[in-house]
């Protein structure tokens, strides 16, 4: 049996040709994640040599791995606003710039006591979760309109010891919110990616990830269009409104916030300088 500084240069070597990006960063990760040991270990002890049980682990997931399954896939989990998501196939992978929504939202609801929040197309729940854990005065309804989702998301409160104040409900948009229920905050992520550029994506992306979290299957803009017109009957006066957007969306998403009806839209840049979230106000 091969020294896992051995066996990593192999992978490395084997996801470089598979076109994988970062490949020798990804085959030390997938070999900690199969040899349950951390990055620090692997690099005092490139002696080590792994059990059967983990080279035959090591084997499969770097396999995955070289077809493009995604690395959080295969270990299972993504890491989201300092906290561990269980993610898998149903739900799509949390990503860094989303993390704006949190900042932005915890921001806005520091003058409430007991805010509440809703959040469409929950996801992972990794969203209203982490507002959740880091405003413990706050509670949360969620939707989602797949139910291996909103699951998953069950698995993600519990886990993280906000279940008690987060209702998740299967729903398509606002659907299936109980009536006359109104919010502080109404936070999405929607669909935004436009079908025609589906096809461009990374392969990780566009065969691993689910469709429907990705595309309204048309330009990108009518799911958020549905959310910015009803969100008004599910907010207290002056309640806020946050939108996450595509790249060049911008103008159009400004332009379906009402000025009757909303105050100024404030656009927010994520950390390459990109527009990414739209945030307005409910007028009195």
């Not at 949190?102 to 409430?112: G, T, W």
Request: glycine fraction near 6%; charge should be negative.
């Amino acid at each position: 049996m091969k020294r896992i500084d051995e066996l990593m240069k192999e992978a490395g070597e084997f996801l470089e040709s598979e076109r994988v990006s970062e490949p020798y960063r990804e085959a030390r990760l997938l070999m900690g994640h199969s040899v349950s040991r951390d990055s620090a270990f692997l690099r005092a002890h490139p002696e080590y040599v792994p059990s059967e049980l983990e080279y035959r682990t090591f084997r499969e997931v770097i396999q995955r791995r070289g077809k493009h399954e995604p690395f959080q896939h295969i270990v299972g989990f993504q890491e989201f606003y300092g906290l561990r998501f269980e993610v898998g196939p149903d739900v799509l992978i949390p990503r860094p710039e989303t993390e704006l929504l949190v900042e932005e939202s915890l921001k806005l609801l520091e003058a409430h006591k007991k805010p509440h929040i809703l959040e469409i197309g929950t996801g992972s729940g990794c969203i209203a979760i982490s507002i959740l854990k880091n405003n413990p005065d706050a509670t949360a309804d969620a939707t989602d309109i797949s139910g291996p989702s909103v699951k998953i998301a069950q698995v993600n409160s519990e886990s993280l010891e906000v279940s008690s104040r987060l209702n998740l409900f299967e729903s398509d948009l606002y659907q299936a919110v109980p009536a006359g229920r109104r919010y502080d905050l109404i936070v999405t992520n929607p669909p935004y990616v436009p079908a025609r550029h589906l096809e461009g994506l990374q392969p990780e992306v566009r065969d691993f990830e689910p469709r429907h979290a990705l595309t309204d299957g048309a330009e990108g803009l009518d799911i958020s269009r549905a959310l910015i017109a009803e969100a008004p009957e599910f907010l207290r006066s002056s309640g806020y409104f946050l939108i996450e957007y595509g790249l060049g969306q911008l103008e159009k998403i400004v332009e379906m916030f009402d000025p009757d009806i909303w105050s100024s839209v404030e656009t927010k840049s994520d950390l390459q300088s990109i527009p990414r979230i739209a945030v307005s106000r409910l007028r009195n």
